[in-house]
């Protein structure tokens, strides 16, 4: 498992010892990571990360995504949700497979994300690249650290939110929104807290099952007295359909958890194999997002909400929607803040001694879990929060730092028939520019005026 901390090893090899790490061999065609499979004490099974990725892509994304078609149009929302799902899929693929190609060159069995994109420049033919991996690695973990804190965040004013309004509908106490971010805290920092992706399986497997109920009976709801789909425009005004990419940027891409549940697998080579873990994860996630998408707007048109559950009906049923898909929300807090975690910790770890390192790890992960509460406190508003993570952390991490890293080590190496993989990675690269720039615009302007 990766996380670029001695941390993370403690759960991979026995009694924290690093020394099965330092396996060496002049025979490339061995790989290291198979080397260390048996050094690995809790590694996770085909399921276990199925079931990780499903629900790193899959939470508060999906409940949102009637909303960015309501900025997209039907027409647009279904074309650009596929499409969207197929980028992100193809560049998880490729930042784990050049990972996997960076860890038999250096002899490494697993790579981080950041450190990816870092030993790329470093090692690949062009030296020239060389001198900005430092710079590409704290950018690196300036937008991953960003992206996931705020998607914890989210995650804490998105069950705050739906437990306030379950009791203002059946126990009419009206009470500020922050009251709720200051309960649901207590529950959070115990999911939060809990650090080796092995022991997060029980609690993604019980996130998605609610998760999977409370769609279903979503599902229920809004295919009641379904309006014509002639009710709903195809295509709406494209000034709005940054808003949409930037939600669906936030639901569908969960990169930066990719190469951590990849490294902890027992078998990390059926992560990329046809049909795979990505794969076959990615194919369920696209067409519940696309299914929600269409139906819910369809149903409640410009009426939609940041989350489609905030359109139920008022009963009791409904509220019981509510509830389960507040607690799949809460139970993957903790599989999120690994990521933000990853970037912290590397920087923070030098600086305690072995003994004390263990207990200083979950003492960093308590201020964390903390901090999300206080800027849920701060700016306890779900929407425009939604479409800016997505806009300025999703688009770099999910599409630039992946394309710019395949390029780099395909330079001198083979860029395909007419250099095809130079202008697919430039397209993705620009593409993702102009993702965060007009996103971040729109969702600032969203911001600014919820305030005023």
């Not at 199925?50 to 508060?60: A, D, N, Y």
């Not at 929104?177 to 207590?186: G, H, K, N, P, S």
């Not at 803040?337 to 923070?348: D, G, H, P, Q, Y």
């Not at 790890?361 to 800027?375: D, K």
């Amino acid at each position: 498992m990766t996380f670029e901390s001695n941390h993370e090893l403690m759960y991979l090899l026995p009694s924290g010892d690093e020394s099965c790490c330092s396996i060496k061999s002049k025979d490339r065609t061995i790989e290291p990571r198979k080397a260390l499979e048996g050094c690995k004490v809790n590694p996770t099974s085909d399921l276990d990360a199925l079931l990780h990725v499903i629900k790193s892509s899959l939470s508060t994304g999906v409940l949102a995504i009637p909303n960015g078609f309501k900025n997209a149009g039907l027409l647009i929302g279904i074309l650009g949700t596929i499409s969207i799902g197929i980028l992100c899929t193809h560049c998880a693929y490729i930042m784990v497979k050049c990972a996997q190609d960076l860890c038999q060159i250096l002899d490494r069995p697993f790579l981080g994300y950041t450190e990816t994109v870092e030993q790329a420049m470093l090692n690949c033919a062009q030296k020239k690249f060389s001198q900005y991996a430092r710079f590409a690695k704290n950018t690196v973990d300036m937008f991953m650290f960003f992206t996931y804190y705020g998607v914890n965040t989210v995650y804490i004013i998105f069950v705050a939110t739906t437990v306030q309004h379950i009791t203002e509908n059946q126990f009419h106490i009206i009470l500020n929104v922050r009251f709720y971010i200051l309960t649901v805290a207590i529950p959070v920092f115990f999911v939060g807290i809990i650090g080796s992706m092995k022991y997060l399986v029980p609690f993604s497997a019980i996130a998605n099952l609610f998760l999977l109920i409370g769609l279903c009976l979503t599902f229920y709801y809004i295919l009641q007295d379904l309006p014509p789909i002639s009710s709903r425009p195809l295509v709406v005004g494209i000034t709005h359909w940054p808003f949409f990419i930037s939600t669906a940027f936030f639901g569908l891409e969960g990169i930066g958890t990719m190469l951590p549940i990849e490294n902890s697998m027992k078998n990390p080579h059926h992560f990329l194999s046809f049909p795979g873990v990505l794969i076959i994860a990615m194919v369920i996630v696209v067409s519940l997002f696309t299914s929600v998408g269409f139906l819910g707007y369809l149903k409640y048109g410009n009426h939609t909400e940041g989350s489609i559950t905030l359109n139920l009906p008022r009963n009791l049923k409904a509220e019981a929607v509510k509830l389960l898909i507040a607690l799949a929300v809460l139970f993957t807090y903790g599989l999120q803040l690994t990521a933000s975690m990853e970037v912290i910790w590397k920087r923070l770890e030098k600086y305690f001694d072995d003994e004390r390192k263990y207990m200083r790890y979950y003492q960093v992960r308590a201020i964390l879990i903390l901090g999300t509460v206080v800027i849920a406190l701060v700016v306890p508003n779900l929407g425009p929060v939604i479409s800016l993570i997505g806009a300025f952390g999703f688009s770099m991490c999910g599409f630039f730092y992946p394309a710019l890293v395949q390029m780099i080590m395909k330079w001198d190496d083979d860029l395909g028939k007419w250099n095809y993989i130079l202008w697919k990675n430039g397209f993705l690269i620009l593409f993702s520019i102009v993702a965060t720039i007009t996103g971040s615009v729109s969702a600032m302007l969203d911001i600014i005026k919820e305030y005023k």
